[in-house]
């Protein structure tokens, strides 16, 4: 019960302060770190992320330049998350410009192994309340305002099935997916999601978990994948043709 | 097999079970007790009021290797002019500290504990609640348990002492009771979920069909007996023979 720092360490990370800082601030955006919240201390956080005390100092002074994080003195301080109302597009626009279409599918086939898999053994195991966490997330991104919105809603849904599955690994491979996917999807309108069809098939999954239907939990979470890898395919492609013309 | 045997057994283990769940129930009520004899009235408690509280916490959750995490969260407007607030503490590698979370409810972050069962059960009279194992994502371990126990003021609910344990070590200990037995056994939570099993048979996290009753068959398993853990937190056990092996319950 409570932040969810664990999740933003899943893999080891090299070492390196831009690593720690690109994983924070990914956290961060995703929603996967609550606005406000207080991280750990600077040694809870090298201890966690495997690096050096002087590596995260290093790697938390980056994150206030990038305005992710403030730090306050005196007895109730410390570091806290200071979410931005929206994400930078420009880094994740070039990103999926630099990508390969193998390597686009690639992740998808990973995603859609992990999701299908997280979508049926969530059809088993889901609690009543993790069910309506489902629906109420579903919501969620129905209502987002801003693109930043629909990113954390759409992520805390797919993270909320893995759940649901009882597997802690799942959970963090999705995490580490959602990382990945997640910004390219939502914030780039070459992507052009039609957030309708999204909420529709949201609604379906949670549906059939609710239904303790493994099989088609499963069969609407890969055909959910999939339709992602058609929309960043396309989204590449015209960011490139873009890009050629340029 | 004899029925009235292998209700005796179920009995006995079901018991030594609870031996081992009820110590950390007893440690969420010496929390309770110490919020309960807070002077000043409910609805007017501040961080200061509740320091013997703090020290209570930070004290027990040393107490054992299973204690994650420890609190008290208050019923809403229980604390001064906050309608949220979470006294929790969390332990990792030794270390303890206090958690902080956000709780502005118009962000899509929000943590709302007032809707969570380990809140709504207590609030709603269950003297001892458990609620998973669930893959805790706002957590500072994975796989746990949240126990949970009511806090009265005059009779009046002002929040819940509830406890994260660590599930891995919770399983240990509690099928270092199992896997002695010679017969196939397994604890299933008020949820239909599977908790622990002596035997690969059930898959532990998958909710079962039904809760299991005596004398029900369960693919090639007859439940020969089905006894509620003492400890009074919804989870029973249930033994299983198979058709051939139907008399081992002595």
Known sequence: MSGLTPLISPSAVGGRADEVVQRISEAIHLGLLGDGEKLPSEVELAAQFGVAPMTMREALAALRAEGLVETKRGRSGGSFVRRPTSPPVEPVRQRLAAMTISGLRDLVDEHQGVAGQAARLAAERASASNARRLFALTEQLGGAPTPGDRVRADCRFHIEVAVASQSARLTRREVGLQAEVSGMLWLLPESAVDVAVHVEEHHAIAAAVLAEDGAEARRLAENHVAGVLRLLTAAHLRLIDEGAEA | ?250
């Open chain 2, 1 to 250: 097999m004899s029925q009235t045997a292998a209700a005796a057994q179920a009995r006995r283990i079901a018991a030594a079970l609870s031996e081992i769940l009820v110590p950390f129930y007893e440690r969420m009520e010496r929390v309770a007790a110490t919020v309960a004899a807070t002077p000043a009235p409910p609805g007017q408690w501040t961080e200061s009021d509740l320091g013997p509280v703090q020290d209570r916490i930070v004290e027990l959750i040393a107490e054992d290797d299973a204690l994650v995490g420890m609190g008290f969260v208050p019923a809403p407007l229980v604390m001064a002019g906050q309608e949220r607030a979470m006294l929790w503490w969390q332990r990792n590698d030794g270390r303890t500290s206090r958690l902080r979370l956000n709780f502005d409810r118009t962000s899509i972050d929000v943590y709302d504990y007032v809707e969570m069962e380990w809140f709504t059960q207590p609030a709603a009279g269950q003297a001892r609640v458990s609620m998973g194992p669930y893959v805790d994502y706002s957590g500072s371990e994975l796989y746990i348990v949240t126990a949970a126990v009511p806090v009265l003021v005059e009779g009046r609910f002002v929040g819940v002492a509830g406890a994260d344990l660590l599930f891995g070590e919770l399983e240990r200990r509690l099928l270092d009771v199992l896997r002695k037995e010679p017969f196939e056994a397994v604890i299933v939570s008020a949820e239909r979920r599977v908790i622990v099993a002596n035997s690969a048979r059930w898959v532990l996290g998958t909710r079962l069909a039904s809760v299991p009753a005596a004398g029900v068959v369960d693919g090639d398993a007859v439940y020969a007996a089905v006894e509620p853990l003492p400890v009074g937190t919804g989870w029973v056990l249930a033994l299983a023979g198979t058709e051939e092996s139907g008399n081992n319950f002595g």
